[in-house]
């Protein structure tokens, strides 16, 4: 498999998973005080989307790499 090939499978597979989850979420730990020897500890859940227009981009994309990368040069 050249290069070409594999960039387009993982596009392809980058662009179906945005599909089917729609974005993902983390929880970020931050300080928000410290007094001494007490501190304050504060869990922020940050939630990104991903845009289905960005994701069929990524599929679109992915797929016209792997048509190329069958052509012989």
Same mark, same amino acid.
């Given at each position: 498999?050249? #290069?070409?090939? !594999?960039? $387009? !499978? !993982?596009?392809? =597979?980058?662009?179906?998973? %945005?599909? &089917?989850?729609? %974005? &993902?979420? &983390?929880?970020?730990?931050?300080?928000? #005080?410290?007094? $001494? +020897? !007490?501190?304050?500890? @504060?869990?922020?859940?940050?939630?990104?989307?991903? +845009?289905?227009?960005?994701?069929?981009?990524?599929? #679109?994309? $992915?797929?016209? =790499?792997? @048509?190329? %990368? &069958?052509?012989? +040069?």
């Amino acid at each position: 498999m050249n #290069a070409a090939k !594999i960039t $387009g !499978i !993982i596009l392809i =597979v980058i662009g179906l998973a %945005g599909l &089917f989850t729609g %974005g &993902f979420s &983390f929880t970020k730990n931050t300080t928000a #005080a410290k007094i $001494g +020897p !007490i501190e304050l500890k @504060v869990q922020e859940k940050e939630s990104i989307n991903i +845009p289905q227009w960005l994701s069929l981009g990524a599929l #679109a994309l $992915g797929g016209l =790499v792997l @048509v190329i %990368g &069958f052509r012989k +040069p």
